[in-house]
């Protein structure tokens, strides 16, 4: 007998989705452990300003800016400044600056904490000893694969798309797209990348300008660009390359983060050519509500609406 049936009428559980409770209960145990272990040091505050230090930094403003000026310059598809999707997505860059920064923190600091009282046994000790050029990069590489991992398992398991669903359902890409998530979305990432933090640095920290360098080219990928990057395209995800994983027709391809090395191995690489005609993206049949279509409400009305929806009955 399943938990549903022992604790709510059936005419609830039709119109709620019990999975989606579940993970954002998970997530806020795992906030609850940040929060009582950095309360218990007095840490929590400094901890917050590093957070946002890494994940807001300067740079990435100024590369946001850039690329949206760039957008405006060489756009993949012309649409006007104020256009539907960009306005949609400027109020998720506002909840990103707001919420998500201090969540994302909060869920790696939570992450590792339960995993240092839990299962200190994965901390590889050896690794040391190891230099730090070659630690480091090893790391970072290994968090990639954590957030192809994590990625993989959105478009896979039923529970997690409902949440990855809104970031798909932009049918006019832009940097600003890069923000276009619901903040349950990131639970799975979050906790799978700090597995290989505490297995190969469990007593070493990452410099916090690495963290904002592969977040900028994280974010670069949503660009309204046809960049391919030429050779680097192979290696690196370029706004193209991410591109094709935003087509209708086809998400299975090119779930990379950063780099593209995880789709080839997983035989799930679409590398863009130049000159290749901008397909159309979003989801067909709206599954989720977006700002393209004429009944949306205002857009914080709207973004309302999104960040209930993985809460609602089965599509
Ligand atoms: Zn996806
Ligand atoms: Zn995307």
């Avoid at 529970?159 to 903040?183: D, G, N, Y």
Wanted: hydrophobic content about 50%; glycine content about 6%; charged content about 15%.
């Amino acid at each position: 007998m399943s938990v549903s049936q022992i604790t709510l009428p059936k005419q609830v559980t039709r119109r709620l989705c019990l999975s989606s409770f579940a993970l954002a209960g998970f997530t806020a145990l795992i906030v609850w452990a940040a929060v009582a272990d950095l309360l218990r040091q007095g840490r929590l505050e400094s901890v917050l300003s590093a957070g946002r230090a890494e994940l807001a930094a300067p740079a990435l403003v100024i590369l946001v800016v850039a690329t949206g000026i760039c957008e405006r310059i060489w756009p993949a598809e012309r649409r006007p400044v104020l256009a539907h999707g960009h306005v949609q997505d400027a109020c998720f860059l506002a909840l990103h600056a707001i919420v998500v920064i201090p969540l994302m923190t909060l869920l790696s600091v939570g992450a590792a904490t339960l995993i240092g009282d839990h299962a200190r046994w994965i901390e590889l000790r050896a690794t040391q000893q190891w230099p730090g050029w070659l630690l480091v990069p090893l790391t970072i590489v290994a968090m990639d694969f954590a957030n192809w991992l994590a990625h993989y398992a959105d478009h896979r398991l039923d529970a997690l798309w409902r949440f990855h669903a809104l970031h798909h359902s932009q049918e006019e890409l832009s940097v600003l797209t890069s923000f276009r998530a619901h903040p349950l979305m990131h639970t799975t990432g979050f906790v799978l990348a700090t597995i290989p933090v505490v297995v190969l640095m469990p007593t070493r920290a990452i410099a916090p300008v690495l963290i904002t360098i592969y977040v900028c080219i994280g974010t670069l990928q949503h660009a309204n660009l046809r960049w391919t990057f030429g050779p680097l395209g192979r290696v690196i995800v370029s706004p193209a390359y991410h591109r094709l994983h935003h087509a209708r027709e086809n998400q299975a391809v090119n779930l990379g983060v950063v780099l593209a090395v995880w789709d080839v191995l997983a035989r799930r690489a679409a590398f863009p050519a130049r000159g290749d005609a901008v397909g159309r993206t979003g989801l067909d049949g709206r599954p989720v509500p977006v700002e393209q279509d004429a009944s949306a409400g205002t857009p914080l009305a709207l973004l309302a609406g999104q960040l209930i929806e993985p809460f609602g009955a089965q599509r």
